[in-house]
């Protein structure tokens, strides 16, 4: 059980296009779902916190119009890259606070690759 | 600046040495802390947690945990390591208690040899 599953794995796109990354919580409700960034050889940042039916809550530096998260129902979050430039590759994150389970932990998604050319 | 530092970037043993990784924390007051675990081409996955009560955690694997609060730290340990070890370990903080947000440190890479 607990489950988190991301889509797509790995994504290559053009510098000026949007790109959407799912974020979905395959065996339970997630009120609240994270979003980190990891470079290369470097830690998880977090982005941002995404709480079902209200606004995400952004990081101190992370643009909130260029990073546009949607949390719309108990087990699915998106994160939309807007514009997307070069310097936005990197591996994006996602977790999913099981609430329901009575511990809060948080489950991880297997992460996707973003490379904009 | 608040911070979780994990001193040893790279480390490589042996099968049947002894495993202990450091992480420090620079918050202060009640703090949550946990040690995640990435095997290669695998989702981060929760070794141990600490929340309150008595500081050596034992967690899957036979990993096992102290937190020391005068030190502010909470190194991980294994007494004798096996290749399917083989992974990056990352200490992270929750400052404000719960499963909020979690502040990482910068991982280690642990390699066993056979």
């Known amino acids: 059980g607990a489950v988190v599953s991301q889509h797509p794995s790995w994504v290559i796109c053009k510098s000026g296009t949007s790109v959407k990354i799912e974020c979905r919580s395959l065996d339970f409700q997630a009120t609240t779902m994270f979003w980190y960034r990891q470079f290369p050889k470097q830690s998880l940042m977090l982005m941002a916190t995404?709480?079902?039916?209200?606004?995400?809550?952004?990081e101190q530096g992370v643009e909130k119009d260029k990073f546009l998260i949607n949390h719309a129902s108990l087990t699915l979050s998106t994160l939309t890259v807007t514009s997307a430039h070069p310097e936005d590759s990197s591996f994006y994150i996602c977790s999913a606070r099981d609430a329901g389970g009575g511990t809060n932990e948080q489950f991880f998604g297997p992460g996707t690759r973003l490379t904009v050319l | 600046a608040q911070s979780v530092s994990q001193h040893n970037h790279h480390v490589i043993l042996s099968e049947a040495a002894s495993l202990e990784l450091g992480c420090n924390y620079s918050?202060?007051?009640?703090?949550?802390l946990f040690w995640y675990v990435q095997y290669p081409g695998q989702h981060l996955q929760l070794l141990l947690k600490?929340?309150?009560?008595?500081?050596l955690v034992k967690g899957i694997k036979g990993f096992e945990a102290e937190f020391i609060k005068s030190k502010f730290s909470f190194n991980l340990r294994k007494p004798s390591v096996q290749w399917s070890d083989t992974a990056e370990y990352f200490c992270?903080?929750?400052?404000?208690?719960?499963?909020?947000?979690?502040?990482f440190g910068a991982g280690t890479r642990l390699a066993v040899h056979p």
């Open positions: 918050y202060g007051g009640t703090v949550n």
């Open positions: 992270a903080v929750n400052p404000s208690g719960g499963y909020n947000k979690l502040i």
């Open positions: 995404s709480n079902e039916g209200s606004k995400a809550t952004y």
């Open positions: 600490y929340f309150s009560g008595d500081p």
